[in-house]
């Protein structure tokens, strides 16, 4: 689905805004401070349930405000809208979606496939392991239908593990191990077979866009070569000791290596934001090969932290993209192969469509 229109009030310095989108290509330009970034946050909320920026989402209510809201209207590929929507009051946050509440936060996201290249897209690379296996759950999510139900029933048992573990009640453990074992191993398949179909398409945009080999080598998150019932039996005292679970997919690690060697450590900034980039278009292009309705990408102020050159090789990439593509910039200068689409302006927290 594609974002068609768009309304926010009070969210960061944007006091109200009520948008259509091309949904191809959109640039929207302004100075530093003015709302751009909030914007795309503000999108990104409607298909994640969090910011790309900071945690607590009562922070993104206006100040001397008490509440902000986002609601977004999603075309479908095969028509009809579907309404997404997010209502932040203090402490209390509400999605939507049709004006319902969702089951769950996948139900939410999975109405809306949005990721985003932004200034701490490096972080992809820098910060622990949980981010590298958000990005791997975001392509198995979006292209494997019984994740979400793997992952939520995975979840609700390791807590009851942990809480066992917590008590000190070995004889506990057995009864939510089964569950641990059954569903923690089909997440670990799920995310090798995803991440097995997605090489080709790393390699592809990395002939593009790097000046090294990229690998990947995915670490299950339990010994190699044995069970997952194995490591938790082998695990037991340690985890009875420090009161959680020690393995399992929840513990996995997504090693990246350029010309094989770690890449967070050979490469510099520059490089890391482009082998970031690299996964997040190589997943782009994965999802439009399977046939898949097109996503959104948010695009935030690229030319602020690229040379021209990986700009134009970035640009040309993703304008190739079955996307539709939302772009922020000083101005729109330098973003020519990207103006067959709408344009918009903002200043001091108002965005406006420009004829």
């Keep these: 689905m594609t974002l068609a229109r768009l309304e926010v009030e ?8 009520n948008l259509e989108f091309s949904p191809t290509r959109n640039v929207v330009t302004g100075e530093n ?41 999603l075309d479908q590929i095969y028509g009809g809208v579907t309404t997404v929507g997010v209502r932040c009051l203090g402490v209390e946050t509400e999605f939507s979606v049709n004006g319902r509440p969702p089951g769950s936060l996948g139900d939410l996201v999975r109405h809306f496939p949005v990721q985003v290249i932004d200034p701490e897209i490096h972080r992809l690379l820098e910060d622990g392991p949980s981010r590298r296996r958000r990005f791997i759950d975001w392509g198995v999510f979006h292209v494997e239908h019984a994740f979400q139900n793997a ?6 048992a390791i807590k009851q593990r942990n809480a066992a573990l917590k008590a000190g009640s070995s004889p506990d453990l057995h009864i939510w191990d089964a569950d641990v074992v059954r569903y923690g191993e089909l997440i670990g398949a ?11 398409f790393i390699d592809e945009v990395a002939k593009r866009l790097l000046s090294f080999e990229v690998e990947l080598e995915y670490i299950q998150g339990w010994r190699r070569n044995s069970s997952l019932l194995e490591a938790l039996d082998e695990s037991r005292l340690r985890d009875l000791q420090r009161g959680t679970t020690s393995v399992g997919p929840h513990r996995a690690e997504l090693v990246l290596k350029a010309d094989g060697h770690p890449a967070r450590d050979r490469i510099s900034r520059g490089q890391q934001k482009m082998l970031a980039c690299t996964l997040i278009l190589a997943q782009q292009r994965h999802r ?14 690229p030319a602020a932290e690229l040379d021209v050159a990986n700009l134009g090789k970035l640009l040309e990439i993703v304008d190739s993209l079955s996307v539709q593509l939302i772009v922020t910039a000083l101005s729109d200068f330098g973003l020519e192969i990207l103006r067959d689409g709408k344009l918009f302006h903002v200043e001091h927290g108002t965005v406006k469509a420009m004829a």
Excluded at 151 to 156: I, P, S, T, V
């Design 33 to 73: 401070g003015t709302g751009k970034t909030s914007l795309l946050e503000a999108i990104y909320l409607l298909g994640s349930g969090h910011s790309f920026r900071s945690a607590p989402l009562n922070s993104l209510i206006r100040a001397e405000q008490h509440h902000f809201l986002v609601v977004g209207k």
């Design 151 to 156: 992952w939520r029933y995975f979840n609700r």
């Design 190 to 200: 799920y995310r090798q077979q995803y991440l097995a179909a997605l090489r080709p």
């Design 10 to 17: 009070n969210f960061r310095c944007i006091s109200s805004a």
């Design 288 to 301: 439009a090969s399977l046939g898949a309705a097109p996503g959104c990408l948010l695009l935030d102020d």
